[in-house]
């Protein structure tokens, strides 16, 4: 007989109750439960509170990472999060062409 996991009772908070949001959720659930590591109520709670601070979309996209890296934790991807997104690279060339010599 499988143990019930507490972290499926959880209420989630407004921000995340999505289908989306918890259909990725139990898959981080099971993801977890799968390595051996279940969630404690309290680390979902605590992840919960982090993940409803950046939005729904976000946290799906950063559940579904974690799990393709199979990781324990959730993270979101270096590379699409907001911070590099909207970052400005500088394709300019001319601006560089003297880095690294002394005048």
Request: glycine residues 4%.
């Amino acid at each position: 007989m499988k143990k019930s996991n507490p972290a499926l009772n959880i209420v989630f908070p407004d921000s995340l109750k999505s289908p989306e949001f918890q259909t990725a959720w139990n898959e981080f659930v099971e993801h977890r439960c799968q390595l051996r590591k279940p969630l404690t109520p309290l680390a979902a709670e605590k992840q919960l509170a982090k993940l409803a601070e950046i939005g729904s979309v976000r946290a799906v996209a950063a559940i579904n990472h974690s799990i393709t890296k199979g990781w324990t934790g959730i993270f979101e991807d270096r590379q699409q999060s907001p911070a590099n997104i909207n970052r400005v690279t500088n394709t300019n060339p001319e601006k560089y062409k003297n880095v690294g010599t002394t005048l």
